[in-house]
């Protein structure tokens, strides 16, 4: 029953910024956290982020920590991605996740995907 739209992506030089957002239908805010990963063409998927459904905590891969922030409006059933300093590194499609994880950095532990929105970073 759960639905994912993520949108914001696109193209932007290094040092620039993103806001990445992922609509969300159902209650999953109230039972579920949430999640965003990353792929690039050729490699595994990378977690980035994660928030608890509560917004009482939050999780980051080193790679993003301090450029990325993760957050939540509750009243849109929204999750967003603020990228900051984006570096030609971050470019992948970005994909958000709901689920109840165990470890928020485990791809395969969260039940439900986004199709996904395309980040390119380059000059």
């Known amino acids: 029953q759960v639905q994912l739209v993520e949108s914001g992506g696109g193209l932007v030089q290094p040092g620039g910024s993103l806001r990445l957002s992922c609509a969300a239908s159902?209650?999953?805010?109230?039972?579920?956290?949430m999640g965003w990963f990353r792929q690039a063409p050729g490699k595994e998927r990378e977690f980035v982020a994660a928030i608890t459904w509560s917004s009482l905590r939050t999780y980051y891969a080193d790679s993003v920590k301090g450029r990325f922030t993760i957050s939540k409006d509750n009243s849109k059933n929204t999750v967003y991605l603020q990228m900051n300093s984006l570096k030609p590194e971050d470019t992948a499609v970005y994909l958000c996740?709901?689920?109840?994880?165990?470890?928020?950095?485990?791809?395969?532990?969260?039940?439900?995907w986004g199709q996904g929105t395309q980040v390119t970073v380059s000059s």
């Open positions: 996740a709901v689920g109840r994880p165990v470890d928020y950095t485990n791809y395969g532990a969260y039940n439900s």
């Open positions: 159902g209650n999953i805010f109230r039972f579920n956290d």
